[in-house]
């Protein structure tokens, strides 16, 4: 039996990165998947993918930083499927590893507004679907800087650990009644964004790959592979808690035999 078989899922920021791989992964696994992105053309590729896999998508076209898109998000996808039961959280951006005195108020509010706030906008228009059924869950995916400074920027990881907060009282408030919330906190993941800071020699980039034990970078693939397994009833004793899938990046230091520069994206 397939992990997710006969399971509706929401995912955003699924036009590409872990978004998309999740996307992909969740349909693999049987699920019926709604997907969610600002950019439609990167968006029709991925459902068409999907499809092309035999996998059953609808996409929605929405800004999650404006209320009124998410319930358009959740009410078509409500009408299409009949049900949601999975809520994957993936989208987010970040300031470009800029520090506290280089992000204005107006940067400050839209990464926060997009990272957390899409999330407690999105939890409030399922969470009583969710309840009625008496079940539903949410894969908030937050970061190893929900838990560890400098692998974003300031505004990335205050609202990285707002996320682990919220998903630990969500669970605290709703576990009894059959909700479950877990976060996803991968470490440096394989991204066009990525794989360009690392061939730029970004810092910040090459930092994070020396203080992976591993070496190497994450790939989006095996995460969401991990990602599917937690929104899975196998899972259903994982519930308000971190799970951490980063090399062993956030156990901190320095892996001093790692040569950032010689790293291959891919490996």
Known sequence: MLLLEDKVAIITGAAGGLGKAQALAYAKQGAKVVITDINQEQLDAVEQEIIAENGEVLSVVADIGQKKDLEKLVSTALDTFGKVDICVNNAAILANFKPVLEIDEEEWDRILNINLKSIYRLTHLLLPHFLERGSGTFINVSSIGGTIAGVGDAAYITSKHAINGFTKQLTYDYAHKGIRAVNL?????????????????????????????????????????????????????????????????????EAKWVDPTSHNTQS
């Open 185 to 253: 906190a991968p470490g440096l993941t394989a991204s066009p964004m990525v794989n360009s800071a690392v061939e730029d020699q970004h810092p910040q980039a090459l930092r994070q790959i020396n203080s992976t034990p591993t070496g190497k970078i994450g790939q989006p693939e095996e995460i969401a592979f991990f990602s599917a397994y937690l929104a899975s009833d196998y899972a259903s004793r994982i519930n308000g808690t971190t799970m951490h899938i980063d090399g062993g990046q956030s156990i901190g230091g």
